[in-house]
């Protein structure tokens, strides 16, 4: 079963800090964002059988018609999961605002801290999330 945490930052800042600089970063908030995701990562992976056992607890509360740490149901509605499986994490961190014309080093950034994490992770400017919902 595949878990996503979700954590959202504001809109009011670009999303890349100092862009015609070498030492273009993203920005502080949004990095703050990625922080709380590994930390989360971290902590299902080192508690996995509790945080397991956990997520599978609030799942059957959203699927009885609750909800719980802003969880969402999906269109299925039940997911009829097996309990002993292991939990993937999967995080997503939204915020900022895109620059089109600094792309390149936004997507540049993207891929380094992707590729460093080693987890599935999507870090989109609040541009890109609204455009794939659309």
């Known amino acids: 079963m595949k878990i996503y945490l979700i954590e959202v930052k504001g809109a009011e800042f670009d999303l890349v800090n100092n862009p015609t600089k ?15 995701i590994i930390r989360r990562k971290q ?25 719980v740490y802003n969880s969402l149901l999906c269109e299925r509605g039940s997911l009829m999961v097996d309990k002993t499986k292991p939990v ?9 605002r895109h620059n089109p014309s600094l792309q390149h080093v936004e997507d540049e950034k993207r891929a380094a801290w992707q590729k460093s994490l080693g987890f599935p992770i999507e870090l989109m400017s609040w541009d890109s999330f609204l455009t794939r919902i659309k």
Request: no cysteine; aromatic share 8%.
């Open 22 to 36: 070498k030492g273009a970063t993203f920005n502080a908030k949004f990095l703050e964002g990625i922080d709380q």
């Open 43 to 67: 902590y299902s992976e080192s508690n996995s059988l509790s945080y397991r056992d956990e997520v599978h607890r609030i799942r059957a509360t959203v699927e009885a018609g609750s909800q």
């Open 88 to 96: 993937d994490v999967v995080g997503v961190v939204i915020g900022g």
